[in-house]
């Protein structure tokens, strides 16, 4: 996804027919980085990996369990 960012970034300075110097560049990209505080729900979530972790801990604080997925991997990154 970022590097699909990124060219189209690059595209629209190249029709724009402006040189892409190393600093505009760096603040291009900083421009597509996560910013502070952008992720705070994903950050303030005590996301657990382990299935049998879940539901033993789910279970024993008497509360529902959601399993998030998605079609590329885990939504936490660790695939």
Request: aromatic content about 8%; proline content about 6%.
């Amino acid at each position: 996804m970022k590097l699909a960012m990124i060219g189209t970034l690059l595209l629209a300075f190249s029709q724009a027919n402006q040189d892409l110097t190393p600093e505009k560049f760096a603040a291009m990209h900083a421009l597509i980085r996560p910013q502070a505080g952008e992720f705070g729900w994903y950050e303030d979530v005590p996301w657990l990996t382990s299935v049998q972790e879940a539901r033993e801990k789910a279970a024993a604080a008497g509360k529902p369990l959601l399993i998030w997925c998605s079609a590329d991997g885990q939504p936490c990154g660790a695939t």
